[in-house]
């Protein structure tokens, strides 16, 4: 009787080895999106959580609260509680460590962060233009828990976008009552009704 022969010829292998490498070829590109827009998505979610970390002490503490960018390509930020006469974390550092309350190092990077103070860029319709220039600042928060010196030199709007890669953009919207939100000004794919659409404001 003569034995079967057991395993793969080198014609399957090949074919096996050929399939494979072109869904490989077909998904990189999709799992470098992905990569690039959870970069992003984080970033956003960093620097939301650290304004209403910022907001939440001002009122708590009945001072001035400023939630500080430090870094125009990562979300690099620091909140801290100014001191009379300071008016930067860095000098209200300088004064005195203690009062940093809490700051996130560059864990979000490989992103492109621009700011504006002007509130009319939160209009829905204004959402879709992206920032130019105007590396980010901050904004500090009265005791109100409200942003000081809104519309003139307190960040009103943030962008968070990819640095290396072209994709996805977030906006963090600071409003002259405080609230802070973090939305997709994404029309194509978003319906306006989506709560995580700009249109929705």
């Known amino acids: 009787m003569p034995r079967l022969a057991k395993g793969f010829s080198l014609i399957e292998l090949m074919v096996t080895i050929a399939v494979a490498a072109i869904m490989l070829a077909l998904a990189v590109p999709n799992f470098r999106e992905w990569i690039n827009n959870s970069r992003i998505r984080s970033a956003a979610e960093s620097i939301q959580n650290g304004l209403r970390v910022a907001r939440n002490e001002a009122a708590q503490r009945g001072s001035p609260t400023r939630f500080e960018l430090t870094s125009a390509s990562a979300a690099t930020w620091t909140v801290c509680q100014l001191p009379t006469g300071t008016t930067t974390c860095t000098a209200a550092k300088a004064a005195n460590a203690a009062n940093v309350i809490e700051q996130r190092d560059a864990t979000e990077s490989l992103v492109t962060l621009t700011g504006s103070t002007s509130s009319a860029m939160q209009d829905k319709t204004k959402t879709g233009t992206v920032l130019t220039g105007g590396v980010p600042g901050g904004v500090t928060f009265n005791a109100l828990a409200r942003p000081q010196g809104f519309n003139t030199t307190a960040l009103a709007r943030i962008d968070v ?5 072209a994709g996805r953009r977030l906006v963090v919207l600071i409003y002259a009552g405080g609230q ?6 994404d029309t194509t794919n978003l319906a306006s009704t989506d709560a995580q659409s700009c249109q929705t404001n």
């Not at 802070?180 to 000004?185: E, I, K, S, T």
């Open 161 to 165: 976008a990819g640095k290396v890669t």
């Open 180 to 185: 802070v939100r973090a939305c997709d000004p």
